[in-house]
Nanobody, 115 residues
Framework: QEQLVESGGGLVQAGGSLRLSCAVS????????MGWYRQAPGKQREFVAT???????NYADSVKGRFTISRDTAKTTVYLQMNSLKPEDTAVYYC?????????WGQGTQVTVSS
């Protein structure tokens, strides 16, 4: 019944890569934007990347040049390709989908980057 389900998190060494996926329920309609946020222990949730449907892609300065957000044509899945990972990237990553009426959040997937 979960409308957004993240996967692909795990443990990776610094400098490594990881790709996160977010499966979006077909019941979610009129999607305007899709994106990723993250929350590290003891910190507030922060913006990572967004993909505006029919528009531009935006990244947080901290991940620019290392992370890439994308989606399939049917908008059933949102991806976050993470390269050159750093220990400071360690966090729970959350998928976000914005529609004309509502915003939706996934339960998160843990990403841990070791030194």
């Amino acid at each position: 019944q979960e409308q957004l389900v993240e996967s692909g998190g795990g443990l990776v060494q610094a400098g490594g890569s990881l790709r996160l996926s977010c499966a979006v329920s077909g019941s979610i309609r009129s999607i305007n934007a899709m994106g990723w946020y993250r929350q590290a222990p003891g910190k507030q949730r922060e913006f990572v990347a967004t993909l505006i449907i029919g528009g531009r892609i935006n990244y947080a300065d901290s991940v620019k040049g290392r992370f890439t957000i994308s989606r399939d044509t049917a908008k059933t899945t949102v991806y976050l390709q993470m390269n050159s990972l750093k220990p400071e990237d360690t966090a729970v990553y959350y998928c976000n989908v914005q529609t004309t009426m509502y915003g939706y959040w996934g339960q998160g997937t843990q990403v841990t980057v070791s030194s």
